[in-house]
């Protein structure tokens, strides 16, 4: 589904990533793991169109998305969260579902003269549909809060629901784990397995072993922007080489 091949990118005579290559099979739970400062998050970056790569290609679905920009990225169903929730911190949590971009008819004026119930539809369905992920969410309850009242944690699931709100075929969480207690760190891994079962292809970046663990079925270990190996997590979790990445002098200042 998603392939990337001799992938670079370097930022002033800094290498961040440097000749990766990985496939992502459809249907699929792959993790991302590796020391900070591995290039994980500039491998994400570059996936959806925020980053450019020096070299090096990215193919999905058949299709070169190379040098696509984010929002055709996105509507290619490739969607994201990011390692920092961002948020529309002056809107409600609501509101920051509804405002994610579709196919929104009622953008246009013309649209909006011609097609008037038409657009009302949809924005029903866009109202219904983003009911219906909150609760799934379990973040009902926080419907009219600002989003910049929630805890940490909540806004991994807000952005979760963000994430979910254009139907994606490839969802990339950047550290969905991050900064989440125990309670909800259990709704974070149930609710990626309920949607995983929808038939969406998941790729993660996470610190959190018990979520990789539990979740993946291969994991791509990164160190120095390259990759250390891959495997099932039975198969990394039992290898020195590890133990030596996450020891070894690859711990680098990014904490972004
Ligand atoms: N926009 C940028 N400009 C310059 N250097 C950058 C930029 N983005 C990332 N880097 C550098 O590239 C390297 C890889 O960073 P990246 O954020 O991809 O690491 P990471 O694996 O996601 O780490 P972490 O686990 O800490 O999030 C780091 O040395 C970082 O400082
Ligand atoms: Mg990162």
Known sequence: MLSVHNLVKEFDGLTAVSDLSFTVEPETITGL???????KTTTFNMITGHVKPSYGSIHFDGQDITNLRPHQ?????????????????????????????????????????????????EEL???????????????????????????GGQLKLLELGRALMSDPKLILLDEPAAGV???????????????H????????IEHNMELVMRLCSSVLVMA?????????????????RLIDAFLGGSTSSSDT
Do not use: C, Y
Not at 197 to 204: A, C
Not at 224 to 240: A, K, N, V, Y
């Open 33 to 39: 793991i590796g020391p900070n400062g591995a290039g």
């Open 73 to 121: 990225a996105f509507h290619l169903g490739i969607v994201r969260t990011f390692q920092i929730p961002r948020p529309f911190s002056g809107m409600t949590v609501l509101e920051n579902l509804t405002m994610v971009p579709g196919n929104q008819i009622g953008e246009n004026v013309w649209n909006n003269w011609l097609r008037r119930s038409k657009v009302e539809n």
């Open 125 to 151: 369905r866009i109202q219904r549909k983003a009911h219906e992920l909150l609760e799934f969410l379990n973040l009902s309850d926080l419907n009219n809060e600002f989003s910049g009242n929630l805890s």
């Open 181 to 195: 207690n125990p309670t909800l760190l259990e709704e974070i891994i149930e609710r990626i397995r309920e949607i």
């Open 197 to 204: 079962r929808q038939g969406v292809t998941f790729l993660i």
């Open 224 to 240: 120095e922007g390259g990759i250390l190996m891959e495997g099932s997590p039975e198969e990394i979790r039992s290898d020195p």
